[in-house]
């Protein structure tokens, strides 16, 4: 690798009768911390794929105003509802097709921050290179690990390599690069196979080969799953 990453690997042996949580889709903690130190009344910043919002009302009390794109209608009604529950005035809400639009037209202002948690591709990269060369890139994506045992990996993920190399073309030279990964070990591949089936992944994973995936994994005695494995970046222009 060209740059030092930071890797947090944990390991843990898990009892699926007591805990059924589905740790991927958590907020990473790292990311909040990477966006906290640029927090400013005076700054705005650009959220891509916000979904219903998790990750914009964790920042939105730091900054000046977050515009916050995606292309669901669906994510952003139920984004538009929890705005009314937190009051929060400073947040604009806008559907739009990240890999395309114009983020500086569509902020109407200098823009400080791009972020993005799970949301990320080469052509939102290169959409935040257009931008002033003082703005910021910090975001989390999958990593190429992310539920290995499938045979599967999502095309939205990034192996280190392809990361660094996304990021040298686009121009951005990382301050941070992180690896966080959790690995599950389950006692047996039967009490894997239940994890998957009593928790959410099921049915995210109905609509691919995933699930015969991760059934081939048990069935040749295979019990472990990686429920969590994302970079996490932090890039200046160069
Ligand atoms: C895994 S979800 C993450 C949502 C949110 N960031 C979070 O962590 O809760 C990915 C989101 O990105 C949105 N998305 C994916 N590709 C997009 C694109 N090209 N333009 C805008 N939104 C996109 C999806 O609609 C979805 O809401």
């Given amino acids: 690798m060209k740059y030092r990453w930071q890797e947090t690997i944990s390991h843990r042996d898990h009892n699926a009768d007591r805990d059924l949580t589905d740790p991927h889709e958590g907020l990473s903690p790292i990311l909040l911390q990477l966006i906290r130190q640029e927090a400013s009344s005076q700054r705005r910043v650009i959220e891509v794929g916000c979904g219903s919002g998790r990750l914009t009302f964790a920042i939105a009390p730091l900054f000046q105003e977050i515009i916050a794109l995606d292309w669901s209608e669906s994510a952003l009604a139920e984004a538009q509802i929890a705005t009314a529950r937190h009051g929060m005035a400073n947040v604009r809400f806008q559907l739009a097709d990240a890999e395309q639009a114009d983020y500086q037209a569509m902020a109407g202002g200098p823009i400080h ?3 993005a948690h799970l949301c990320m591709s080469n052509a939102i990269i290169a959409q935040a290179a ?15 690990d992310q539920w290995r045992e499938t045979g599967i990996i999502s095309r939205f993920a990034y192996s280190k390599a392809a990361m660094e190399e996304t990021l040298d073309s686009a121009g951005f030279y990382p301050c941070y690069l992180g690896l966080e990964k959790e690995i ?3 006692p ?3 009490v894997a196979a239940a994890y ?7 049915t995210k994973w109905r609509s691919s080969p995933r699930w015969s995936g991760f ?3 048990v069935q ?10 994302r970079v996490v970046v932090k890039a200046r222009r160069q």
């Fill in 130 to 144: 257009r931008l002033d060369s003082e703005t910021i890139l910090a975001f989390a994506a999958f990593h190429t």
């Fill in 215 to 217: 059934l081939k994994y």
């Fill in 196 to 202: 998957v089936e009593r928790t959410s992944l099921q």
């Fill in 113 to 115: 921050l791009v972020v």
């Fill in 188 to 190: 047996s591949p039967d």
């Fill in 220 to 229: 040749e005695g295979g019990h472990s799953l990686t429920v969590r494995a």
């Fill in 184 to 186: 599950f070990h389950f």
